[in-house]
């Protein structure tokens, strides 16, 4: 049969070759093409964007409390002058 030796040696050749191919080489320039673009985008962190949304959500939360003392004050007003 064939030598166990026999399949490391071969293993070990292709993984030569490929290490040694242009294929890493596109892999790398891709990665740093992308990187540039996303450099160049306005994006922001997840952390950024989660702290944005709890500033967000008090936000709406007080002017949804806003809204609601201002009916209530329209209300009251309505219902204490009957001319208006």
Do not use: C, Y
């Not at 293993?11 to 990187?35: C, F, L, T």
């Not at 540039?36 to 952390?47: G, K, N, S």
Request: glycine share 2%; charged share 35%; proline share 4%.
């Amino acid at each position: 049969m064939f030598d166990p030796k026999f399949f490391d040696e071969i293993n070990k050749k292709i993984s030569e070759v490929i290490a040694a191919s242009p294929a890493k080489d596109i892999e790398k320039n891709m990665r740093a093409m992308m990187m540039a673009m996303f450099a160049r985008l306005d994006l922001v962190t997840r952390e950024e964007f989660d702290v944005q949304m709890q500033v967000l959500q008090r936000t709406r939360e007080k002017l949804d409390a806003l809204e609601a003392r201002l009916a209530q004050t329209d209300k009251s007003g309505a219902q204490t002058d009957p001319g208006a």
